[in-house]
């Protein structure tokens, strides 16, 4: 199974449009798990036509969308927890980690953006991803 994992796409604010390379990986994977901020409903519409799979929430710059602050993906036996991770830089992987604990079940893997940095880390036990941002 090939997951996508993408956040902060900032179509129309950061960027024109979803660089070529993002709409390619969109595309080929079976799952797209998006952390937010689409930015703009045009952008969020993009994304869900390519993917055949999308999980997505809401980012700070997402209100209008109307999706969630938390979601989850049950993909390939590994429980996958979606947030965007809003607030300050400081606590950030403690307050990722502490939502990803009370969605948690089995094996599970947090998915989040917001700080544009890709990480990859273990906090209180959980992988913590952030794609960074897919136009930054």
Do not use: C
Not at 55 to 80: K, Q, S
């Amino acid at each position: 199974m090939d997951i996508a994992l993408v956040s902060d796409t900032h179509v129309k604010s950061r960027a024109a449009a979803l660089p070529e390379w993002v709409k390619e990986a969109i595309r080929a994977a079976d799952h797209v798990l998006h952390a937010g901020d689409f930015d703009s409903r045009p952008a969020y519409e993009e994304i869900a036509g390519l993917a055949d799979e999308l999980t997505a929430v809401t980012g700070n710059m997402d209100r209008a969308l109307e999706l969630p602050l938390v979601a989850t993906a049950d993909l390939g036996g590994i429980r996958f927890v979606v947030t965007h991770g809003t607030g300050p830089d400081e606590g950030y992987e403690a307050r990722v980690a502490e939502t990803v604990a009370e969605h948690a079940d089995g094996p599970t893997v947090g998915v989040s953006g917001h700080t544009h940095q890709v990480l990859d880390t273990r906090v209180d036990g959980y992988r913590l991803l952030n794609p960074g941002s897919a136009t930054g």
